[in-house]
């Protein structure tokens, strides 16, 4: 069964043709990025002319150095004296490279300060610049610039209270809950990702569900916020509407595992371990939390950095609660690799336990090793979704003779069909694969330089308290359940 597989591999995006410039197209593109104007400083009083922006930096201060001089001949005396030599700076700043999508933000440089609508931004910090932002020196009332961008960011369509304190830039990607997009915070430059998740029936006049009752809403908000842990992405802002739930998270740079995995073709089984542990420790934290993701697939596993050895964190759980059945069933059936047996059974109804993620965990594991899926989509004499439910699904030589016999039995026993004699999430922390000391040394390292220094759960320690008191913990609760 299953001799022909699904292997993840990258489209043919690029040629020759399209990466090769020639001499005089280079010239080109460098003269269009170094004179196109990406913004305006409209001068609020007369004194002051309008800058048109074409670099990347520019500055403003008493200096004679400064793009902007400030004179007698622009303010009252007074408030020249308190001007710093640079008071301010206005960077635009490419994103990973990228010369068509670029941030702008004011760093204030001065000793009496620099306003960005009337807010002091502060010594030393930062804050993005969008259209109509007004720009003062000194005191709110010392109004010198108003900053029109070329290119303004989109943030029209978002709720005051997130339009207030980020900048929408590009767009990430999407999925069936929604679309991501970069967004920076106003003050500071943070970067983040915001997932907009429109809802469905919003319009309807029948009876409400739970994504259009306000209360059930925030009370999972809530929860979601509550949630802290090193490989769970940190919530920032969770913002309900009518039309959409908005949700602000912390940006991972290194993209999704599925893309990392297309990209290597499959992972080396010490980087697999590394990657999968983390995303175990997650499931498990969840689990206890009483949240159950129903929704777990590579593209969902996020990554710190492009580097080998990464953290990884596990994204969109606890949408589930969020997201309509309708638009979770579309979820199912768009993707339904990952999903449990039971789920299908019951098409998306009935009742399941938190079983279904640790069958979509073994599901991920076999892609990472492998670099392909379990099942056979293009199978014409069984379904996709009846090879699931059936668990028909193998381990061909050419895609896992690599792999230790220990991995395997872990992949089989998180894939058995039957949720009631599959392995636990405990059981699988337990599992002799993942009792590694170098790998839990390399997690510790991990969670160490991770940002939010108290979100290592304990069950993470360098005295090694996880393989004594918890470990036997784990063991007794194991076996209880087994």
């Known amino acids: 069964m299953n001799d022909e597989q699904i292997v ?24 269009e990025k170094t004179t196109t104007i990406w913004g305006r400083l409209c001068p609020i009083k007369l004194s002051f002319k309008t800058m048109e922006l074409t670099k990347d930096i520019y500055t403003l201060g008493r200096s004679e150095n400064c793009d902007i001089c400030i004179t007698k001949n622009d303010l009252k005396p007074k408030w020249v004296s308190v001007m ?17 999508d670029a941030v702008v933000y004011l760093e204030d440089l001065s000793q009496n300060g620099t306003f960005v609508n009337k807010q002091k931004v502060g010594r030393g910090n930062k804050v993005v610049l969008e259209s109509n932002d007004i720009i003062s020196l000194a005191q709110p ?12 960011y989109e943030s029209n369509d978002l709720p005051p209270e997130l339009r207030s304190r980020y900048a929408v830039s590009r767009k990430l990607g999407s999925g069936a809950c929604g679309e991501v997009k970069l967004v920076f915070s106003k003050v500071g430059c943070k970067k983040f990702a915001m997932k907009t998740i429109v809802k469905m029936g919003g319009m309807t006049t029948g009876p409400i569900h739970s994504l259009n009752d306000p209360e059930k809403i925030m009370n999972e908000v809530k929860i979601l916020k509550a949630l802290k842990h090193p490989c769970i992405i940190r919530m920032e802002d969770i913002v309900d509407t009518p039309k959409a739930v908005y949700i602000v998270l912390e940006l991972m740079e290194g ?38 993701h129903r929704d777990l697939k590579p593209e969902n596993i996020l990554l710190a950095s492009h580097s080998d050895i990464t953290l990884a964190k596990v994204s969109d759980f606890g949408l589930s609660k969020l997201v309509d059945a309708q638009t979770m069933m579309k ?6 690799m990952y999903v449990a047996p039971e789920i299908l059974s019951n098409i998306g109804r009935g009742s399941y336990t938190n079983q279904v993620d640790v069958w979509s965990l073994g599901v991920i594991l076999y892609a990472c090793l492998s670099g392909s899926v379990p099942f056979n989509c293009h199978d014409k004499k069984i379904s996709l979704q009846d090879q699931i439910k059936k668990g028909y699904y193998s381990f061909p030589p050419t895609k896992f003779d690599h792999v230790t016999d220990k991995a395997i039995d872990l992949i089989q026993r998180m894939m058995t069909v039957n949720p009631r004699k599959r392995i636990t999430i405990k059981q699988v922390l337990l599992h002799p694969w993942l009792q590694d000391r170098e790998l839990r040394s390399t997690v510790d390292m991990l969670f160490s330089k991770d940002d939010d220094e108290n979100t290592a759960p304990p069950s993470i320690s360098n005295n090694c308290q996880y393989n004594n008191e918890q470990h036997q913990s784990l063991v007794k609760r194991a076996r209880l359940e087994i």
């Open 8 to 31: 993840l591999t990258l489209p043919d995006t690029q040629n020759a043709d399209s990466i090769c410039l020639t001499q005089t197209q280079s010239q080109q593109l460098s003269q």
């Open 84 to 100: 710093s030599k640079v008071h301010f700076k206005i960077t635009r700043e490419y994103i990973d490279g990228n010369s068509s």
């Open 141 to 152: 009332i010392v109004t010198v610039y108003a900053f029109m961008s070329t290119s303004a």
């Open 255 to 292: 993209g999704e595992l599925f893309e990392r995995i297309k990209s290597r073709g499959k992972l080396s089984e010490k980087n697999a371990k590394i990657i999968f542990y983390q995303v175990v420790l997650a499931v498990s934290y969840l689990h206890d939390s009483g949240i159950t």
């Open 331 to 336: 979820t199912f059936c768009g993707t339904p």
